[in-house]
DNA sequence: TTACATGCAAAGCATTTGCAGATAA
DNA sequence: TTATCTGCAAATGCTTTGCATGTAA
């Protein structure tokens, strides 16, 4: 392991999510930073909350389910994570904050980050008395084999 | 009531459905009429089971709900619906048969179709190996109150 | 010290399923 | 006549809730 391992990086994305946490007034709890960690030292990630159950059980320690369903929704109220709907049975969440859009494959059930460039796409201009929030774009492709099974 | 209004027209978005249901080989019993009528006769719409059920009682007539899921499951896989994925806690149909993408006006719970011309919309090229099945833009807006309360 | 968080088990809710009885062809 | 469909009620599975206990500040 090089030092570097252990400097202290304030802008990585763990460590710009916790000051969010702090600043925005809840606490930066045990299970809190543990999910942090999971959800913003890995790269970007598109989790629902059973991987990340799954997760805190491998690395032996122990979070309730109930904990994580509530930590998902402030971190996404908070604007850490997005939930991207995708289908109906299962709420996934996409730890990259930058702008983009989602290809899913849809026989396989993965999903993967369209950097906003590379999709060109223009919309009307909003009326004054709303606000855009979000434009979900999914590309949803299937495997010529699946589709050819009719 | 003008006598118009009885004139048999092969085109209509009922007798299409109808057509597509008894070329498909699933029967076109009465609960699937009943439906397809609800579905294809009043217009492009949005539904959910429950508004179909709703409806239904509403005719005085009596369906249960398993069939009504059957029936937006199978309608859908036979293209005559589609389904919208605005949600995670409930399931959206879709009766426009025309290309196009969503407004979702997020504080009310509604949803409206914008023609694909009113949106630009170029994605790359999808490699061979893959076939595109659908793209869904969602535009999400809030009324601006709304989003004021933070 | 106390307001806020967590964990558990129970509840909620949309959707699916198993199966007996009904119905279209 | 028989393969298919419907309706009921029970089951499923994700998510939320109520509440007692624990914890950060």
Redesign the interface.
């Known amino acids: 392991m090089s030092s570097e391992t252990n400097v202290f990086d304030p802008f990585s994305a763990y460590n710009i999510a916790l000051r969010k946490i702090e600043d925005s007034g809840i606490r930066p709890t045990k299970q809190r930073r543990v999910l942090a960690k999971m959800l913003f030292e890995k790269g970007d990630r598109h989790v629902t909350a059973e991987n990340l159950l799954d997760e805190v059980k491998k690395e032996n320690r122990k979070i309730s389910m109930a904990t994580i369903y509530n930590t998902l929704k402030q971190f996404t109220s908070l604007g850490l994570i997005r939930?991207i709907?995708?289908?109906?049975n299962?709420?996934l969440y996409c730890t990259n904050n930058k702008s983009h859009y989602h290809l899913y494959?849809?026989d396989e059930g993965k999903i993967h980050d369209i950097p906003t460039k590379?999709?060109?796409?223009?919309?009307?201009s909003?009326p004054a008395?709303?606000?855009?929030?979000?434009?979900?774009?999914?590309?949803?492709?299937?495997?010529?084999k699946d589709?050819k099974k009719k």
């Open positions: 939930e709907v995708v289908d109906q299962k709420s494959i849809e590379n999709i060109n796409l223009d919309i009307p909003i008395c709303l606000t855009l929030h979000n434009i979900d774009v999914i590309v949803r492709i299937r495997s010529l589709n």
